[in-house]
Structures are given as C-alpha cells and as structure tokens.
C-alpha cells in the first residue's frame, strides 16, 4: 500500500514540476540579441526579469553568420529582439517582419552616429562602408542600453523601475570606465595601432588614435598593399598587430615576422563589454610604449 501510494505522490509531481517551472520562466520577458556585448548589456539591465537569447554564440563571426530553422522559430515567438545594425541581421529581420509581425525589433546602435570603416566621420555618402562595431566605446554602450531600457519598460512595465534604475548604475561603470581609459591613452593621442580586421573604429575615434588595417575591403592585401603596410609599420616602429579570434591571422603574421613583431589577440565581441574595453586599452597602451605581453 506505501510502495502505491509512493509511486501515486512521485507522478503527481512530475506532473506538476514543469507546469511550475514553465510558469516561472513565462514571468520573465523573453528577449533576443544579436551578439554577445549585447547580452550583456540586457543582464546588466534586468536578467533577472530576462530569458535572454544570443543568436551569435561566443567565438562565432557575425559577418558569415546564417541563423539554424529553429532560432528563427524561436525569434518568432519573443517578446523583443534587439539588433545591433549589422549587415546579417538584415535578412533576419525582413523574414521576421513577413512571417512574425507582432515581433517588436529595435535597432539598438539608431541613436549612433555611425563612422567609416577608416575610422572617419560619416559624411551621410550612403555608398560608404559603414563601421558596424559600435558598441567598442562607453558612449555608444550607454546609448545601447539606453534604448534597451525604453523598450524593456514598454514591454515589461512591471519591472521598469528596475531597468531604470540598473540604467542609472550602468551608466556610471561606463562613465568612470571611460574616464580612465581616456586617461591612460592621452599620451598617445594621434598614435596609430595595426589590426588585421578594422574593427576598433569606434574605440580608436573615442580615444584620439588611429587603426591601421591589414585587411581591406573585407579581402587579404594583394602583395603590394601587403608591402607598403609593412613599410609603414617600419617607419611607424610598430611591433605589434592586433588579431580577432575569429578571423585566420596569417597575413597579420606576415606582417608581425617582416617586421620582427608579434601577432596579439583583440575580441572586439567578448561579452563583458567593460572587462574587454579596459583590456584593450592595456593591450593597445603596452604596444605603444613597446612593452607587450
């Protein structure tokens, strides 16, 4: 009799388990984002109150990236989905606005002033490669999360007063981030730093420092170009070259061994955006004063 009424109690509660764990997940907003900054920024913001999905995973290059059947069937059924302004998330969102069009999606980088490629100031020449990295600066992050908070508050206005408030603390680790990093850089203002991938517009204009890119166009340099930037480097005593993750870095390497340097790792998509802005800043500040690590 024990041993029935036993197994009688042990199904009633896997019966309820997860109609109690589906109820407490369905309490918190469901939100997609395009990269990880961004998930962090909404962790930041409220992830208590979040079920927070990443479409490109860690290590992933956004530029060749196609999104699964099943993250678009979960996109569909969201409650938000924040974009960043980059060039993939375009086919995603016109398939989303056809087949979900109660999806809210929001471009969080609209409020941003956007820059070149070359790391100069938008002329509104709309033929122009736009750099699309824009979270790379504590400004731009503040305007991110700002327009994040707006729609989480929309969405959710339950919790407004808690993404509000997280704003506030946020804005303030951006603030006193960007203080410093602005102070350890101010000597080398004007200074220029190689990259393979010219990803670090936004940083290097916040910060009064100049990247120069082996890789243009999104293409290797032909022979020539790969000669001239060598001879730059030289002239310039550049040691070292800064190299993303996700991208092959041989031609970065050509250039470190022409010029008796070193090849270093740049993430300008590692999630804790503070964390990596302050790294980066090391790392740049050590090449420029030559002691690298």
Known sequence: ???RYWWVFLLAFLFC????LSAETSAKLDVFVSIPPQKWLCEQLGGGHLVIHLLVAQG???????PTPRQIQALSGAGVFFTAGMEFEQEITRRLQAGAPSLQIIDTSNDIEKISINGAGHDHDHAEMLDPHVWLSPPNLKSMAGVMTAALGH??????????ANLEKLNARLDALDQVVMEDLAAFQGASFFVFHPAFGYFA??????QVAVETGGKSPTPKQLFALIKKAKKDGVKVIFVQPQFDPRSAEKVATAIGGKVITLDPLAENSVDNIRIMAEKIADALTG???
């Open 1 to 3: 009799m024990n041993y």
């Open 17 to 20: 388990f997860p109609v109690q």
């Open 60 to 66: 992933q290059e956004p530029h060749a990236f196609e």
């Open 155 to 164: 969405k959710d206005p339950e919790n407004k007063r808690v993404y509000d």
């Open 205 to 210: 204009h916040r910060y009064h420092l100049q």
């Open 291 to 293: 002691r690298t690590k």
